[in-house]
């Protein structure tokens, strides 16, 4: 029997598996056949999808649990504009992510081949680079190529498309896979700048941590807990920085942080960007505070927050030298005391409605009781608006990476595709999904590419029958009762939906029911979701900033 020919899909996968990738995200598509059949002998799991959406969104929650780059391939034209939400929503979170697409062939270009179109044109302004491959003999650097700008600087998703000719053209003879074509280089920053930063924090009265998404990508989660241990002040966590200090560390805060921001006379920011989750880093920061901002990308630098020192480097890599200039102190300083006054009494407040028997049940009740039943080292994803937004005030990652919400880009439907590569990654650990009811309808079908491919998660509705956040804004602006397309039927049986694919399903009434429907749903060792009737009147536009 002769050898089986190699093709351009063999060079891809070929590269794949030489950066260790072990899967593929993807929904079938017949303008990328040649890459599924590289994947298949190079020994990458092909994991599908019934959406592209949630095979982007499956390469992004690859890429922020394991740090490793997430591929996803998806076919020609629809394919690709499905996948848009997916790469959109990596690109705001500075998701190493590279989405591979079939493309009609080359000798059809222009005569309205079957799903023809500019793709690198439609992807380039959500993606740090986007390319076209027309030649076999290019297409393993090309992959490569794409890998080095997704992993360098700040991270992101690349776009690499292959005209159907290509990746069926048989491999050359003596094609090779590149080697050594990029670096895992972390650069430090400025000595000089280093120091002054140093002496700042030294001499500050009020000063606070915030640890950003960059804190993660950079894996500086060993270094943040020594600046915690060394500086005694208050850390605050952002984004995807959630987990990187666990919660019952002595530094670690929450739901002060609005009170810390607006008393703080100096601020370190390590890899935080001041968007809207942080009011553009204006509202409610203190007059005449002191910015001290590290980022890996100088660009990102004192944008929307004027800064008073500018360090560009690997957020761990400056954490190392401030410890190394000797920023510490002896005794913890009295306003990291008040600061955690703060925390106490907010926490205080908040105990009645996490204690409530009422029902229907209340949101923080609701919260409270997946937060007691999970383990530890659980991994949960926030896929709603109000509801997450409550639920990220209750439950504090321990671990990090185990804290997923879209991020800054704010996409709704992002939970079955996480949970799924959440749940490949780390097999051994429970994964959550908190929804909204408006959140589950968007990629409900994924339940089936979980249940087939024997992927289990348990997903959990807060069901207000609305979209919350939404009716609850429109109706302050525009009178009760004023909030069209923000209605959503509450009896819907979501939890029957799941039944109906194979899963498990159950509705829940009352908060005494919570903790023993988490344990039927994950003693079923399937896909599960419980479907939780929430109290309406008490949810509003949440306070969560991430």
């Known amino acids: 029997m002769s050898e089986k020919p190699r093709h351009g899909g063999h060079l891809v996968a070929e590269v794949l598996a030489g950066e260790g990738i072990p899967n593929l995200f993807t929904l079938s598509g017949g303008h990328i056949a040649p890459i599924y059949d590289g994947c298949v002998d190079a020994g990458l799991r092909i994991v599908d999808f019934r959406h592209e959406q949630s095979a982007a969104h499956a390469a992004d929650a690859w890429a922020r649990v394991t740090l490793q780059t997430g591929v996803a391939a998806v076919t020609a034209g629809p394919g690709v504009t499905d996948a848009i939400t997916g790469i959109a929503n990596a690109m705001y979170a500075n998701s ?18 079957l799903q023809e179109m500019d793709q690198v044109a439609l992807v ?32 992101g998703p ?28 972390k650069p430090q920053g400025d000595p000089d700048l280093v120091a002054e930063a140093a002496r700042l924090l030294h001499d500050a009265e009020r000063p606070i941590v915030f640890a950003g998404a960059g804190v993660r990508w950079s894996g500086a989660h060993d270094a943040l807990a020594e600046l915690a241990r060394a500086l005694k002040v208050p850390v605050f966590l952002n984004s995807l920085g959630r987990g990187c200090l666990p919660p019952d560390d002595p530094c670690f805060f929450s739901g002060a942080r609005r009170f810390a921001l607006g008393k703080a006379d100096v601020v ?40 008073d020192i500018g360090i560009v480097g690997d957020p761990g890599r400056v954490i190392e030298q401030l410890l190394q200039s000797g920023a510490g102190v002896v005794e913890e300083p009295s306003w990291t005391g008040e600061v955690r006054a703060e925390e106490e009494r907010l926490l205080n407040e908040a105990k009645a409605g996490m204690e409530s028997d009422a029902v229907p049940i209340h949101p923080q009740r609701f919260a409270r009781e997946i937060r007691d039943f999970l383990d530890h080292d659980a991994i949960v994803v926030g896929d709603g608006g109000d509801i997450v937004g409550i639920t990220a005030s209750v439950i504090q990652a321990r671990y990090p990476g185990h804290w997923l919400d ?14 799924i590569a959440a ?19 968007l990629n409900a079908m994924e339940y089936e590419s979980a249940l087939r491919q024997k992927i289990p998660f348990v997903g959990i509705i807060g069901n207000d029958g609305a979209w919350g956040q939404i009716k609850v804004a429109q109706e302050a602006l525009y009178g009760q009762g004023n909030a069209p397309a923000s209605e959503l039927d509450p009896e819907a049986p979501y939890h029957k939906i799941v039944e109906g694919l194979g899963g498990y399903g159950e509705k829940v009434t009352s908060p005494d029911q919570i903790k023993p429907a988490l344990q039927r749903a994950y003693d079923s060792s399937v896909a599960a979701c419980l479907n939780v009737m929430v109290d309406p009147t008490l949810m509003k536009r949440s306070s969560y900033l991430g």
């Open 268 to 307: 370190l920011a390590l890899g935080v960007d001041w968007h809207f989750r942080l009011g553009f880093g204006q509202r409610g920061v203190a007059d005449g505070v002191k910015v001290i901002q590290v980022d890996v990308d100088g660009v990102h630098i004192g944008r929307n927050r004027p800064i």
């Open 423 to 441: 749940k490949l990654a780390k097999p051994d650990k429970q994964v959550a999904i908190v929804y909204g009811d408006g959140s589950f309808g």
């Open 96 to 113: 190493p992510v590279l989405v591979l697409s079939g493309k009609n062939p080359i000798v059809e270009f222009g005569m309205g081949s």
């Open 124 to 155: 380039s302004s959500i993606t740090k680079w986007a390319a076209t491959c027309y030649d076999v003999r290019r297409l393993a650097d090309f992959t490569a190529t794409a890998l080095r700008h997704a992993t360098s600087g700040r991270k």
């Open 406 to 419: 879209p991020g800054p880009f704010g996409t709704l439907g992002v939970g079955p595709g996480f949970a």
């Open 158 to 185: 690349v776009f690499l498309d292959v005209p159907l000719d290509v990746q069926f053209s048989p491999a050359p003879s003596d094609a090779t896979v590149p080697r050594g074509y990029r670096t895992d280089a």
